[in-house]
C-alpha cells in the first residue's frame, strides 16, 4: 500500500460528513469525477470499500464508518501540526502559486521582506486556492469569490484586474456590446471551473451566448479554430490576455458593460508566520489604488471586489 494522502483523508470525512459527493465536491471546491477517482483510489489503497453508492444515495460501510473518528482525529492533529510549525518555522521560503499571472515586478515589491519561491504547478485559480488552505503553498494569485473564501478560511488582497475583449473574424475593431459576444464553457470542470463559473455568470447577466466545448480551447490555437467558425466574436479569456493574435483575427472591446476579471492574493486568514504576513502586505501595497467597480463594468456577484467603487 503507498502512503495515504492527508488531501484523500480530507475528501473521505467530506463525503462522510455530506453523504452526497456533489455537496462534498462543492464544499471541497473540486470537480465532482475527481472527488470520486480520489476516493476510488483511497479505498483500493486501504484495500477496504469506505462507502456503498448507488444512482441515489450514498452510505458509509461498517469499515468507513469505523474510521471516520480516527481520521477526523488524525486530520485536527496533522492541522495542529502545521500550525505549531508555522509558528517555529521562519527560515523557508515564502511559497507562492499562480495561474497565469503574477505582478511583473514581484521581486522588486518582496525584497528585504521575505524569501520569496514561486511555486511552477501552475493549476487553474479554486485549485490554487484549496492549495492555500490545505498548507501546501503560503500565498497564491488567483481568482476567487468570497463565498470561497469564507469556506477556505483565506483573506484576500487585490492586486490585479484584466479587461477582458473579443476575438473576430475580419478587420473591425470597434467596440462590440457583451449581448452580441459568444463565451466558451469547457466540459472539463477539472481544468476549467473558475472559468466557467465566471462564464456562465457573465453570459445569464448580459445575454451572452454559452457554446459548450470539449477540447480545452478556451485558449491557444484551439481557441482561435473556434473564433474562426463562430458568427460572432467570441470573449478571450484571462489566459489568453497576452497571446498574440493569428493575422486573420482582431481584438474587440466589449462595452455594455466593460468584462473585469480580478486577480487576488489570498492567504490563510489565521496565518501567524510574520514572513508569510510581510510577503502579502508588501505585494498588495505595490498594487496601488485598484478600484475595478465603477459605473458601466461587469463583475460577478460574489466577486469580493465588487464593493470597491472607483
Known sequence: M???ELRQLRYFLAVAEELHFGRAASRLLIAGPSLSQQIKALERDLGVPLFARDRRTVALTSAGAALVPEVRALLERADELQRHARQLSGSRPVRIGYVNWLPPDLSA???GVAQLYVDAWVVPSHQQAARVADG???LA????????LAQLGLTARLIGADRLYAVAVGTDTSPVRAKDIAVLVDDDVTS???WNDYAEEFAEDTGAVVRRIHNGAITGPAFF????????PVLNSPKGQTTPLPPDLVRRP????EVLW???LVRHTDEVRADVIAAAEAIAAGAGDLRPARDGVWLPADDPWRALRG
Open 109 to 111: 515589491r518582496t525584497a
Open 141 to 148: 494569485v488567483c481568482w476567487v469569490r468570497k463565498n470561497d
Open 262 to 264: 480580478t486577480w487576488s
Open 136 to 138: 501546501s503553498l503560503d
Open 254 to 257: 466589449v462595452i455594455d458593460p
Open 2 to 4: 503507498r502512503n495515504v
Open 192 to 194: 476549467w471551473q473558475s
Open 225 to 232: 479554430d473556434h473564433v474562426r467558425v463562430c458568427t460572432t
